[in-house]
């Protein structure tokens, strides 16, 4: 069974780090165009906020306007795993985050995804 799942949330004070772990177990993260995705505290109804992707042919990564040039997406294949390195944490960057793998697509639209982890937490709060 192909999985996906989250590691390395927490709690980090504003202007601090930290690493998201998004490892594959059942398949290879080849098969899969990887996508962050979080979910604000406080959202009801809403879809999942794209935060980031990274393209697994091209190599390409996409980021949202609110994290570019602070969160770093980055893939290690001998572990099987995709990375998100959030730097200079903000207090709305406080959400439930999810990793999501597409197989045909590469976009900011959570549709279209064909499985999902099961999500960790970030905290951001002085």
């Known amino acids: 069974q192909e999985q996906l799942v989250e590691s390395g949330g927490g709690w980090e004070p504003p202007g601090g780090s930290l690493r998201l772990s998004c490892a594959a177990s059942?398949?290879?993260?080849?098969?899969?165009?990887i996508h962050w995705f979080r979910r604000p505290p406080v959202s009801p109804g809403k879809e999942p906020e794209f935060?980031?992707?990274?393209?697994?042919?091209?190599?390409?990564?996409d980021y949202a306007d609110s994290v570019k040039g602070r969160f770093i997406i980055s893939r290690d294949n001998a572990k099987n795993t995709v990375y998100l390195q959030m730097n200079s944490l903000k207090l709305e960057d406080t959400a439930f985050y999810y990793c999501?793998?597409?197989?045909?697509?590469?976009?900011?639209?959570?549709?279209?995804?064909?499985?999902w982890g099961q999500g960790t937490q970030v905290t951001v709060s002085s």
């Open positions: 935060v980031a992707a990274l393209d697994r042919n091209r190599g390409i990564a």
């Open positions: 999501a793998g597409k197989r045909l697509y590469f976009s900011r639209n959570p549709a279209a995804t064909d499985i």
């Open positions: 059942g398949s290879t993260l080849d098969n899969y165009n």
